[in-house]
């Protein structure tokens, strides 16, 4: 039963980063620590709606979390885990 809890949660994790612009968020926070949106969107070309759209919903799944400074919010990964799952697929035969 505890192994199906955790395959339920996996699954849920690998779904919620299971998007392009979701993964270079990632990858970007990853090599940076913390970024504030308009750092995230102008980085990445897309629109700022957009990208806050991804980072609300990964940050209610759990992979990401903020830093308020003043007026600036910047997000950060909860755990570099995720990042590093996305290193392996890199890695594997299934991109190459």
Do not use: W
Not at 11 to 26: D, Q
Not at 31 to 46: M, P, R
Not at 67 to 94: H, M, Q, W
């Amino acid at each position: 039963m505890e192994n199906d809890k955790q395959i339920d949660k996996a699954a849920y994790v690998l779904k919620a980063v299971a998007h392009p612009l979701r993964i270079r968020i990632i990858q970007m926070l990853n090599e940076n620590t913390e970024l504030n949106v308009s750092t995230i969107y102008k980085n990445l070309n897309a629109e700022q709606s957009l990208i806050s759209h991804h980072l609300i919903n990964m940050r209610d799944k759990g992979i990401l979390d903020i830093r308020r400074s003043g007026k600036n919010i910047f997000y950060f990964l909860v755990d570099t885990a995720v990042a590093e799952i996305i290193e392996c697929i890199y890695k594997s035969k299934i991109v190459q």
